[in-house]
């Protein structure tokens, strides 16, 4: 009778048990059903994938475009002036206004929102602060002559007059004009090198506009990214100089970089080397300027950023060069 009871309790215990466990796991099955239900398809976790966690305080506020809009509303205001009618000089000449190297702006502070928008003054004004400046986004004098400084640091610094086996004759197909002389289709030897990479690489991107021949040359009707002028020796610079006195500093240098083979005037529209603002304003707005302004530092060519067809090869190291 005792050994009876013993296996009706242990039979209880069991049933319990039993009963205990199918409503558990039908309540964490309901639950599991509700929770997907509300929760997103992208929360999905994968098995053994670990989900990063950020403390509250780690995570930086993202301006959205209406906050851009609001503190930096009247930044852009003031650009949509400057742009014009901001007055600076440079080379002894007056200047008005900084419209006609937007290309090379837009590019030095890594935007491509246009210059008169809160989105062109925000990035401006991170840039600003990288250069120890006030980063309220207008780009006034100050933040101007300081853009002016880096492009200008950025050229050529060596000029030594290069011997004649560090020149070579380019073909007069690469000039502009194809009855260039052979004393003045010289180029330095490493120059002309990138120069071809450069115009291997335009003719490849659609968005330059090139036109190009079977073999992957500039086609000879094509005016765009052939040759101007190259090296040039001290007398041929001095007799340029005499036939235009009134150059000056912005205009012919007297130690000019040409003398280095390292220098290439490179068309890119309009008259090739007209320095007055209209025709600078035409040469920016070309795809080949713009390509080039995107680009030509991958192959070791820094602007001077007055002439939008003067370009100059110091071999940077971080160059592609491809």
Do not use: C
Not at 279 to 300: C, E, H, I, K
């Amino acid at each position: 009778m005792k050994q009876y009871r013993i296996h009706v309790v242990v039979l209880f215990a069991l049933t319990a048990l039993v009963g205990l466990v199918a409503y558990a796991a039908q309540s964490g099955h309901g639950r599991a059903q509700q929770s997907a239900a509300a929760a997103p398809a992208a929360t999905t976790v994968k098995p053994n994938t670990l989900m990063p966690t950020v403390a509250a305080s780690e995570r930086k506020p993202v301006a959205e475009p209406d906050e851009v809009s609001k503190l930096f509303a009247g930044a852009a205001t003031r650009n949509t002036a400057l742009r014009f009618d901001l007055g600076w000089a440079f080379g002894g000449k007056q200047q008005r206004g900084w419209h006609l190297y937007v290309p090379l702006i837009t590019r030095m502070i890594e935007t491509e929102q246009d210059a008169l928008t809160p989105g062109f003054a925000s990035a401006l004004a991170r840039w600003q602060q990288r250069a120890g400046l006030r980063p309220d986004g207008v780009l006034d004098d100050e933040t101007l002559y300081r853009m002016v400084s880096t492009w200008q640091g950025a050229r050529l610094k060596e000029k030594g007059y290069p011997r004649p086996d560090q020149l070579v004759l380019a073909p007069a197909a690469d000039f502009y004009d194809p009855s260039r002389p052979d004393e003045l289709r010289h180029v330095e030897r490493e120059t002309y090198a990138a120069y071809k990479r450069m115009v291997a690489a335009a003719l490849a991107d659609p968005t330059s506009g090139l036109k190009a021949t079977a073999a992957g040359e500039l086609a000879p009707e094509e005016k765009f990214l052939k040759i101007v002028s190259s090296f040039r020796s001290r007398e041929y610079q001095a007799r340029l100089r005499a036939q235009s006195p009134h150059s000056g500093r912005a205009g012919l240098a007297v130690n000019s970089p040409h003398f280095t083979g390292r220098a290439l005037d490179l068309y890119v529209g309009g008259e090739p080397v007209e320095t007055k603002d209209s025709n600078r304003a035409l040469q920016v707005r070309t795809p080949v300027y713009r390509w080039l302004v995107r680009n030509a530092d991958r192959f070791g060519f820094r602007p001077y950023y007055y002439e939008p067809w003067h370009w100059e090869y110091v071999g940077n190291v971080t160059a592609e060069n491809k």
